[in-house]
């Protein structure tokens, strides 16, 4: 078996948020949805699994933090392209996701940020390595 990344995000409206994440990129897996939760999977090894608060709580061990005023985390996905970049986080603001900066040029990388609904920040970034500032000891 590979190994596999699940994300699990607490979301107030699941419709919503499914349209924003096939927006994104994002494919449902029927198999792991159901009427309270949906797993969106990004590729065969990372899935994002968008859980109603009473399901998310069950799971959970604390209370659900408040993401649209506090950051809980930075999501970031590599992508091929500043292209495919611009097109995932586009496709996301068109959905109903918000942009909370400008596109960032660290030289070697290009990233943009994109959030949710529920205030779940993404970065999608596009990395080119033999542009990576080379470390002289």
Known sequence: MNN???IN???KDLQKSLDFYTALGFT???QFSDDSGKCMMW????FVMLLSHEK?????TKPIADTKSGLAGLFSLSVASLDE?????DAGLTAGGTEPNEMRDYGFMQQRTIEDFDGHTWEIFFMDITKFPRRIS
Do not use: L, R, T
């Open 28 to 30: 449902n897996n029927p």
């Open 85 to 89: 970049v611009s097109k995932i986080v």
């Open 56 to 60: 998310f709580s069950s799971f959970a």
């Open 9 to 11: 995000f607490p979301v």
């Open 43 to 46: 590729s065969d090894n990372i």
């Open 4 to 6: 596999q990344i699940f």
